[in-house]
């Protein structure tokens, strides 16, 4: 199984026998729609983990291009899956000790990520992996299937969407805030679309929202905004009781 260790926020919270009464916060949606920046600062708040799923299947795909594994080749996916040591740190992802945290975000590699992602064998794998951590720690988990298919009877599950510009528009300044101007608004609103479709017809933990998910949208909310919608929700489930306002 996937080796996975995740550098969690003032795990001094939360005595030995709190982990018989682990929580968990589900974040699924679109990308673009602010899943990661909501789940990290949200985690951070709550002194809990912060799970970024998505970081998972590209770190695979990442490992695949590096080992020439081939895309199609569900059983050696799988097994190169099995393989990986994959570490979240200070909000930097590891793979095998190597910071990959910029080189899972191109094009590459995103385009990698969707043959691996659709691959039964290596979701079976991610699935076992993810839920085996919610044992042990009160879990922010972000990604596509989270509340669906990877942790159905989470205490508190979102939905976060956004209109498609506004997407775009999101991802257009983060890669111009590393340095990629290789692709124009127009041209990420286009690579969205046809994404959002891939990842809702995808016959192996599609995108939805669960049906008793809480859907907020994101546009013209600041980051901060969204944090606190979640924790409101997340205080009115009675998640909150160890939460140090910051």
Not at 59 to 80: F, P
Not at 197 to 210: F, L, V
Request: net charge neutral.
């Amino acid at each position: 199984m996937i080796k996975l260790l995740i550098a969690c926020f003032v795990v001094t919270r939360w005595p030995i026998w709190r982990s018989f009464f682990v929580k968990i916060i589900t974040l699924d949606g679109p990308a673009g729609a602010g899943k990661s920046s909501t789940a990290k600062l949200l985690a951070s708040k709550l002194g809990w983990c912060h799970m970024d799923t998505g970081a998972m299947y590209r770190a695979v795909a990442l490992a695949a291009l590096q080992r020439s594994v081939a895309l199609d080749n569900e059983k050696a996916l799988a097994e190169l899956a099995a393989s990986l040591d994959i570490q979240f740190r200070s909000g930097a992802v590891f793979l095998n000790g190597e910071d990959i945290s910029v080189e899972i975000r191109i094009d590459r590699v995103t385009a990698a990520t969707r043959p691996v992602a659709d691959a039964p064998s290596v979701r079976e794998e991610m699935t076992a992996m993810q839920r085996n951590l919610s044992r042990k720690f009160n879990l922010v988990t972000e990604g596509r299937d989270q509340g669906t298919v990877v942790f159905p009877r989470a205490e508190l599950k979102v939905y976060l969407d956004a209109s498609p510009s506004a997407r775009a528009a999101r991802r257009y300044h983060e890669r111009i805030e590393h340095g990629d101007k290789s692709h124009s608004i127009e041209e990420i609103l286009h690579s969205q679309i046809e994404r959002d479709q891939g990842d809702k017809d995808r016959p192996i933990g599609a995108m939805e929202a669960a049906k008793d998910a809480i859907i907020i949208h994101t546009d013209g909310f600041s980051l901060e905004n969204v944090v606190n919608q979640v924790l409101e929700l997340a205080r009115g489930r009675g998640l909150t009781s160890d939460y140090i306002p910051k």
